[in-house]
């Protein structure tokens, strides 16, 4: 009797598992993600998706992770920045993986570094994040705009306008942009910040190895470009003319916003754009670059007092 109980013990839980195994396929057979496909491949059966029942249940887990993005450092997915895909291949359902927007974003990211090395940015302004500003009422202005620009930009739109911080050295400029550039990033759109003055003198040094159009190209089509200390610079009429002059043109052109920071108002930089030690001063040419700068952005003075010292 005994033994016949275990049989009858042992047979239950296979029978369980088949109910259970079936309402499974029921369950996901009536998915969005099947749906889709379905409405695609009309010739998938039930059948198709019983054989390939893990590889289904995986991506449709996958894209509600997705739908509940927090960003890629708490990506729940089986490989952290891509999500498994469902393709029908006229006899099977399979998976693929596909990288997400934020991946794609920190792959980009990564291919300009490697191009561009003027990026580097001191570690604590690269640590920069809004909720440490709730407080900051000395730069309330300045803050409101970088956070109403990256949560409203769509970089190639007509009209799009980008942003111009000044002020005395120290008052946080650059930590602002960078906050701004990390939730840039949380919404899947790539930017470039650079420091100004090393951006230059890479570009001048980099007519020995042929790669200086390269360099230029990253600066000029990244979807929103933020150009670090401009002002700060040691001008010649060829950098401001051929690199500064040119980047702007294409993005203007292209409605690609520029982000800057600088010690200088538009009355000093114009002054500043407008001297070399060379050709003296050309104030028609600084004109034409400050033209870019001056109707292409919003300005904002940021005060309060030096964060680096003390």
């Known amino acids: 009797m005994e033994r016949i109980s275990k049989l009858f013990s042992s047979v239950s839980p296979i029978k369980n598992t088949n109910h259970s195994y079936q309402m499974k396929v029921n369950e996901l057979w009536e998915s969005e993600k099947i749906n889709e496909l379905r409405q695609q491949n009309s010739d998938i059966e039930q059948g198709h998706l019983s054989r390939s029942l893990s590889t289904v249940q995986q991506a449709v887990i996958e894209e509600e992770n997705c739908n509940k993005c927090n960003g890629l450092n708490q990506c729940s997915n089986l490989m952290v920045g891509y999500k498994s895909t469902l393709k029908w291949t006229g006899t099977a359902i399979v998976g693929t993986y596909q990288s997400c927007a934020l991946q794609q974003t920190r792959e980009e990211q990564k291919e300009r570094e490697k191009l561009i090395q003027s990026h580097h940015i001191p570690k604590e302004i690269l640590t920069a994040t809004f909720s440490e500003l709730e407080k900051d009422v000395e730069r309330i202005d300045g803050i409101k705009a970088i956070l109403d620009f990256c949560l409203n930009v769509e970089p190639g739109k007509p009209g799009t306008k980008g942003l111009y911080f000044y002020g ?143």
């Open 168 to 310: 005395l050295f120290g008052v946080g400029k650059s930590y602002l942009m960078s906050a701004g550039a990390k939730l840039l990033s949380e919404r899947g759109i790539s930017s470039l910040m650079v420091y100004t003055p090393e951006f230059f003198r890479e570009i001048k040094e980099s007519l020995q190895d042929n790669t200086t159009q390269q360099k230029i190209d990253v600066v000029k089509k990244v979807p929103v470009l933020i150009l670090d200390d401009i002002g700060a610079e040691a001008l010649s009429p060829w950098v401001r003319d051929e690199v500064l002059g040119a980047i702007l043109q294409y993005r203007v052109s292209e409605n690609l916003p520029v982000l800057y920071t600088s010690n200088y108002n538009f009355t000093e930089l114009l002054s500043h754009l407008s001297y070399s030690q060379k050709a003296g001063t050309e104030m028609l040419k600084a004109m034409r670059i400050m033209e870019r700068i001056q109707h292409y952005t919003e300005c904002y003075e940021i005060g309060g007092d030096n964060r680096r010292m003390g």
